[in-house]
């Protein structure tokens, strides 16, 4: 993978604009944390950097598609990012807790972009995954795809200690 660490220093007065299509900012992450994310469209970022004093201003766009496991029956999700981005980014505070992705080598100040990037295609993703907004998921007895067809498992009754409940009616 290529070095993306921009020295603020080098981020002229009028800002800078940076394209970054390398797909090793995206897959890097996905394969180092074993993640089961496949890059279905080539992920894209273009944005615009000031810096103003030891800050960073940054806005544009990632866009791409992942396919991802749905999270109720496994078949691959076709998951869209089309997101614009606009942040302000300063340098972490000694004690903080907080995450920056402005980093002190050599007493100079970078940017590190690709982590950043990282960040907002992860932050871009569903927290609940699916394939179809109507998937039945998988049988919890026998592991059958329900999108597929009905499983050969028998339905049980529930747990003979609320029967009393379904006796109820509601009018």
Known sequence: MKD????????????LDVLVNDQSVWTGPIL????????????????NIQVEGDCCILKGYIRGALTIPCDR?????YVSIDSFFKIIEE???????????ILEKDGELYLD???LLWEQM????PTKVLCSEDCKGLCPACGANL????CGCRKSAGDPRLEIFRKIKIY
């Open 4 to 15: 993306f660490f921009i020295r603020l220093k080098d981020v002229p007065s009028k800002g």
């Open 32 to 47: 180092e944390f074993k993640l089961p994310y496949k890059i279905s469209v080539p992920c894209e970022s273009r944005l």
């Open 73 to 77: 029956c496994l078949e691959d999700a």
């Open 91 to 101: 340098p972490k505070k000694q004690d903080s807790l907080d995450i920056s992705f």
């Open 113 to 115: 972009l690709a982590g």
């Open 122 to 125: 992860v932050l871009n993703i």
């Open 147 to 150: 999108n597929k067809g009905r």
